[in-house]
């Protein structure tokens, strides 16, 4: 398998291990937290598998997926949504640390 | 407390990482990177923890030269669980509030930081949220139809729909003069 499938399938799986982890401990906001950046990495996943072989599209697509968070993490927080405002500085963050890990040759 | 509120309480302090606050906040006041390090949690979660845990009353904030600090509302602990599980829940009470509930939940699913997200197609939900626009009209004052869509356009592009519906729904009159609350003209 590609070794960025391959990491991303070993990142979601961390995340489902602690969010398991986080509701055996009573911490249901922070194991939905996990669950978050788990979908982060299947979005990411999804989209390389199914673009890897255009190069050019597949860039694209992985840089405009965090546009709309972006977006909604400015609204959150001009209106004081911290809760929001958290949810998509995960996405973001999540976001940022797999574009390092993108091969891009 | 009202039964409400009381459940907000029992809702958000049903959490390890929020009751382990609460335990550090019961021996002294503590600003958020002290709670983070204490807790073994990023700053931004600790903050994430203390905004609910300020919504429901039990925890409140003052600035500080340097930091914002944390303090437990020990009055909110005050009452017993056997006090709250004694006090009446008035049925006319539990009615209006679950009116109320439903409303927020149309309200929260179509609009978005005060704009309409999409117009209802249900008449209940789109009466719901006719109502909550109607705010924007001064009571008394009469409108030009130019003006109403200066002000419908400020939620959803479909303003024209908007505006009738509004006539349909006898939120608002009109005449050749223009348009009028219509509870505020009764």
Not at chain 1, 9 to 28: F, T, V, W
Not at chain 1, 29 to 52: M, P, T, W
Not at chain 2, 163 to 171: A, C, N, T, V
């Amino acid at each position: 398998m590609n070794e960025f499938l391959q990491w991303c399938d070993e990142r979601m799986s961390a995340c489902q291990q602690r969010k398991q982890e986080l509701l055996r401990d009573q911490r249901g906001d922070e194991a939905k937290f996990e669950q978050i950046r788990a979908n982060v990495y299947g979005i990411y996943r999804a989209v390389y598998a199914a673009l890897s072989n255009q190069p050019e599209a597949l860039m694209k697509k992985l840089h405009a997926i965090p546009a709309a968070w972006e977006v909604s993490l400015r609204l959150a927080e001009e209106h004081g949504d911290t809760e929001k405002a958290h949810i998509e500085r995960i996405k973001l963050a999540t976001s940022a640390e797999i574009m390092q890990e993108v091969p891009h040759d | 407390m009202t039964e409400s509120e009381a459940l907000a309480l029992f809702k958000c302090l049903a959490d390890k990482s929020r009751l382990q606050i609460l335990k550090s906040l019961a021996m002294e006041d503590m600003y958020v990177e002290r709670l983070a390090e204490r807790l073994n949690l990023t700053a931004p979660t600790i903050s994430f923890h203390l905004k609910k845990l300020t919504d429901v009353g039990a925890v409140r904030s003052y600035k500080t030269q340097y930091y914002t600090m944390y303090a437990l509302c020990s009055e909110v602990f005050r009452p017993s669980i056997m006090e709250l599980i004694q006090e009446k829940s008035d049925e006319a009470d539990l009615q209006a509030q679950r009116d109320e509930a439903y409303r927020q939940k149309v309200l929260s699913s179509f609009m978005q930081y005060g704009k309409l997200k999409s117009i209802p197609a249900q008449k209940k939900k789109e009466r719901i949220i006719l109502e909550e626009l109607l705010k924007a009209f001064e009571p008394g004052r009469i409108y030009t139809e130019r003006e109403v869509n200066i002000i419908l356009a400020d939620y959803h592009d479909d303003f024209c729909t908007l505006r009738r519906d509004m006539i349909g729904e006898h939120l608002m009159e009109r005449d050749k003069n223009g348009y009028w609350r219509v509870d505020e003209q009764k």
